[in-house]
């Protein structure tokens, strides 16, 4: 090999290298500004007595602003993330994984906070987001909420562990707290799908007993595995979505019905 070639390939190996350690350090980069981000947020989140609220004949109370349909101990606790984003709708977790979140919900803009962050700055990661149509007070038969699969393990990705029984067993509920009031979520399915083959991101509000049956019986055909929790109409579900890599466009989506 000439010289001049052999220093041409160095050079270009050297550059490739060059732009791709780059890249992988702006991408872990970002996961770590936006983990010490959500552990920002999380640190506002406050832990009150079981007695405390913001009843205003509460010396010291929180003051809760007019109209926004917020329960007053909900505003307790998360009242300083509501009054910097009034996008924020609530705060989702699942205990013993990293799912520990804001909520987010934009009706004139949906898929806002795919790309942006709390702060509303550009975003790979995100928030977690509601779909538009969603309402809380009174609450919709189902609320979708849809975050990404993080390759760090951050945002849903720790919902790929559902695929396995034995990790539900150990994580059966999930906490979603809205500004209507607390709520805690037992899991009844797991599964994966292409939503063009059920459109499960539709389902809002069903038009009958039968609609919204047949939307829990599909879940359960679909499921991984069989819960043995039944769902019936009048009560209330959530539907946790984010993507699923074993077939293009797949979604992984665990569905839970509020028991508390």
Known sequence: MKKPLFVALIVLLAAVLLVSGFQLWR???AESDT???FDGLSSQVQTPP???SSDPARPGATPLPADTGCDWTVYDQYGALFAENSDMIGWISIDGTAVDYPVMQSPDRPDFYL???FEQ???NSGVPYVSEDCLFDPQSDNITVYSHHMKSGSMFAALDQ???EAFWREHP??????FAGFGTYQIIAVFKVNPADFQYNFFV???DAAEFDAYVRRCKELSFYDTGIAASYGDKLLTLSTCEYSQPNNRLVVVAKKIV
């Open 50 to 52: 079981p007695t405390a």
């Open 27 to 29: 991408y872990y980069k």
């Open 115 to 117: 790309h942006h962050n």
């Open 173 to 178: 509920l999930i906490r979603f707290d809205t």
């Open 121 to 123: 700055q550009s975003s």
């Open 162 to 164: 559902y695929k396995l």
């Open 35 to 37: 983990k010490q981000q």
């Open 205 to 207: 509000n069903a038009a």
